[in-house]
Nanobody, 115 residues
Framework: QVQLVESGGGLVQSGGSLRLSCAAS????????VGWYRQGPGKQRDMVAA???????NYQDSVKGRFTISRDNAKNTVSLQMNSLKPEDTAVYYC?????????WGQGTQVTVSS
């Protein structure tokens, strides 16, 4: 059974930074595509950033240049460094691990950016 545990969320002022971490067990982050998604109040869940098994990264346009996704194969974690945070980044952030056969979600971590 794959388990994903997110950490690092919290309250930060506009312009501040946070680093989210997703720790995986039951599968390897290097062998799958791992993404960060977010869901704001009353909104759908959207992809923020993802890293493929080959190391290719993709970002939502609104976070390009501010967020960086990275992978630590030794620790089996994927992190999301978020800089220059804006109030509109406020959401619950979820980690997702997927391949052709399955997709797993973490429980989510709240990020709140105050203006």
């Amino acid at each position: 059974q794959v388990q994903l545990v997110e950490s690092g969320g919290g309250l930060v002022q506009s312009g501040g930074s946070l680093r989210l971490s997703c720790a995986a067990s039951g599968s390897t982050v290097r062998g799958n595509t791992v993404g960060w998604y977010r869901q704001g109040p009353g909104k759908q869940r959207d992809m923020v950033a993802a890293i493929s098994s080959g190391g290719t990264t993709n970002y939502q346009d609104s976070v390009k240049g501010r967020f960086t996704i990275s992978r630590d194969n030794a620790k089996n974690t994927v992190s999301l460094q978020m800089n220059s945070l804006k109030p509109e980044d406020t959401a619950v952030y979820y980690c997702n691990l997927r391949n052709l056969f399955y997709s797993y979600w973490g429980q989510g971590t709240q990020v709140t950016v105050s203006s």
